[in-house]
T-cell receptor
């Protein structure tokens, strides 16, 4: 158990809908990363937040957005869902940006199925 | 743009045999990470390699890093069925502490047959 929690574990929804995935980092970790894992795209970095602020963006669609709250938990919002958004979404956390080697600890993931 | 390639993509091994997974990356990096993923599960950290020539071993797995060649290897010694999983290497896509977003390789699916 990495100490990172994600809810829900599974989510089944229809095309066009909107969902919110939640992540609680390890106690004391300031950084939260979101990754998407799908068969055709592999494991892709989506977005990073550090202490409430967006730090880096990857291949994140405009229909997707995220935020990190004052208690450091993070939410990933996916809207206007398409079949191709079906994937496993991971959250990872790491300590301060000064904590070399910046190791990331992954949550159990949320499996999203869009029908 | 940083690219990370692994080969092979799929590896079927017999128990007791040795094999190596290769990870190449396209731009300079001072560190590299190896993860293991069981089907439908999360990523488990195996190794963090921090410098040129770094070698780390845990049980039947040994990882090494050659930053000049931009190559890391994951060597499996005397494979056992419990090692069956997908193995990923990952390289930081940002500089220093600004961001440590990880760029992952394609993964190597290892199947160890009895």
């Amino acid at each position: 158990d990495s100490g990172v929690t994600q809810t829900p574990k599974h989510l089944i929804t229809a095309t066009g809908q909107r969902v919110t995935l939640r992540c609680s980092p390890r106690s004391g970790d300031l950084s939260v990363y979101w990754y998407q894992q799908s068969l055709d795209q592999g494991l892709q970095f989506l977005i990073q937040y550090y202490n409430g602020e967006e730090r880096a963006k990857g291949n994140i669609l405009e229909r997707f957005s995220a935020q990190q709250f004052p208690d450091l938990h993070s939410e990933l919002n996916l809207s206007s869902l398409e079949l191709g958004d079906s994937a496993l979404y991971f959250c990872a956390s790491s300590p301060s940006l000064k904590a070399f080697p910046y190791e990331q600890y992954f949550g159990p993931g949320t499996r999203l199925t869009v029908t | 743009e940083l690219k990370v390639e692994q080969n092979p993509l799929f590896l079927s091994m017999q128990e007791g045999k040795n094999y190596t997974i290769y990870c190449n990356y396209s731009t300079t990096s001072d560190r590299l990470y190896w993860y293991r993923q069981d089907p439908g599960k999360s990523l488990e950290s195996l190794f963090v390699l921090l410098s040129n020539g770094a070698v780390k071993q845990e049980g039947r797995l040994m990882a090494s890093l050659d930053t000049k060649a931009r190559l890391s290897t994951l060597h499996i010694t005397a494979a056992v069925h419990d090692l069956s999983a997908t193995y990923f290497c990952a390289v930081p896509g940002g500089y220093g502490g600004a961001t440590n977003k990880l760029i992952f390789g394609t993964g190597t699916l290892l199947a160890v047959q009895p």
